[in-house]
């Protein structure tokens, strides 16, 4: 048995040192050599896909940024729209308010015309004759006062406020000044005579006062 393996190792040693599978191994070993490569061609081993890949991102990478420039485009007119609506929005709301507040002005005017009236006719009365021993005077007295402070009432409801501003300081805004006089114990640029009562409707003259302002000497 020994002798038998003895041989065996000697014909394979011969076999190994013939020229001619020395001559036949390189060719073995170039044909295997590609099969390290994991069965890409060396072509593929220059790159020439990496290039093609690269195009490709190249590709998507220019895409993408066109969609962001679109979508932030966008998102601007967007926001923009929102804006112009709300504020759409917020002047119809303020006009609807105004149209509520001052809707009636048109109608407060007319009114003020009568208030002047009962006004100059409580005024035109001589106090001293409203006496009971003359009840119809006094009674017809009586009725226009009451008329009077009633649409006085009825007109705060509705946010129109009186102004008589005799003593306060002039204000162009609310007061009209038709002259401008020096008047002893007055105060320089203060109401000194109101002629005619002005009002204002929630806050916004209706009517300014009509006055006199009071000068230096």
């Not at 000697?10 to 590609?34: H, K, N, T």
């Not at 390290?36 to 895409?63: C, F």
């Not at 969609?67 to 967007?78: F, G, N, P």
């Not at 006004?119 to 021993?133: G, H, I, L, R």
Request: glycine share 6%.
């Amino acid at each position: 048995m020994a002798s038998w393996c003895v041989r065996a190792a000697r014909q394979s040693y011969g076999i190994v040192a013939s020229p001619a599978f020395l001559s036949v191994a390189p060719r073995l070993l170039c044909a295997a050599a590609p099969q390290k490569n994991n069965g890409q061609s060396p072509e593929e081993d220059n790159g020439a896909p990496k290039v093609e890949v690269s195009a490709a991102e190249k590709t998507l990478v220019e895409e993408k940024a066109q969609l962001e420039e679109q979508l932030k485009d966008i998102t601007d007119k967007y926001k923009r729209a929102l804006a112009d609506t709300e504020n759409l929005r917020q002047r119809s709301q303020k006009l609807v308010e105004d149209a509520k507040l001052y809707g009636i002005q048109g109608f407060c005017k007319d009114l003020l015309e009568v208030a002047d009236i009962l006004e100059k006719a409580t005024q035109s009365v001589p106090k001293e004759e409203v006496k009971e021993d003359n009840p119809h005077l006094k009674n017809l007295y009586d009725g226009l006062v009451m008329t009077e402070m009633q649409i006085q009432k009825v007109f705060t409801k509705h946010g129109l406020i009186k102004l008589s501003p005799e003593g306060q300081k002039f204000d162009p805004y609310e007061h009209e000044a038709l002259f401008h006089a020096p008047l002893e114990g007055k105060e320089p640029g203060t109401v000194a005579i109101v002629t005619k009562v002005g009002y204002k409707l929630h806050g916004r003259t209706l009517r300014p006062a009509l006055v006199g302002v009071a000068k230096a000497p």
